[in-house]
């Protein structure tokens, strides 16, 4: 089973370590969408193992949030991913999230996280 995490960012440099490293010991695949960052926010997500994609719209940021995120979503299809995890640069996976995440890999299928909760109570 494969877990992909999907991340738009622009000018997140000071945020995108930790995010990064949050889910860098459960997921398979990073996979940015760099919307115009002037920062060095590629390099860093680069150099942590992401793979980064460049927006070329020229829409502002807010305007298309949704439309990146439909994109991070084929892209993840595309990758043959079995489980997301959709972040925002300036979050991190909390350990809980992290230990349910790592269940779910465990056990090598798709699960919905209303059956994870069944099983582990």
């Known amino acids: 089973m494969k877990?992909?995490?999907l991340l738009p960012?622009?000018?997140?440099?000071?945020?995108?370590k930790t995010c990064l490293k949050s889910v860098s010991d459960i997921t398979d695949e990073i996979i940015c969408i760099n919307d115009k960052s002037t920062d060095n926010s590629k390099q860093v997500a680069l150099?942590?193992?992401?793979?980064?994609?460049?927006?070329?719209?020229?829409?502002?940021?807010g305007s298309i949030e949704n439309q990146v995120r439909e994109s991070l979503l084929n892209l993840g299809r595309e990758a043959n991913g079995t489980h997301f995890i959709f972040l925002?640069?300036?979050?991190?996976?909390?350990?809980?999230?992290?230990?349910?995440?790592?269940?779910?890999?465990?056990?090598d299928k798709p699960i919905t996280l209303e059956t994870l909760r069944k099983i582990r109570n």
Not at 9 to 16: A, I, M, P, Y
Not at 49 to 54: N, P, Q, S
Not at 88 to 107: G, P, Q, V, W
């Open 3 to 5: 877990i992909i995490t």
């Open 9 to 16: 960012f622009r000018n997140e440099e000071h945020f995108l």
């Open 47 to 61: 150099e942590l193992g992401a793979k980064v994609y460049d927006n070329t719209e020229k829409n502002e940021f």
């Open 88 to 107: 925002d640069a300036d979050e991190a996976l909390s350990s809980n999230l992290k230990d349910n995440m790592s269940f779910i890999k465990k056990l």
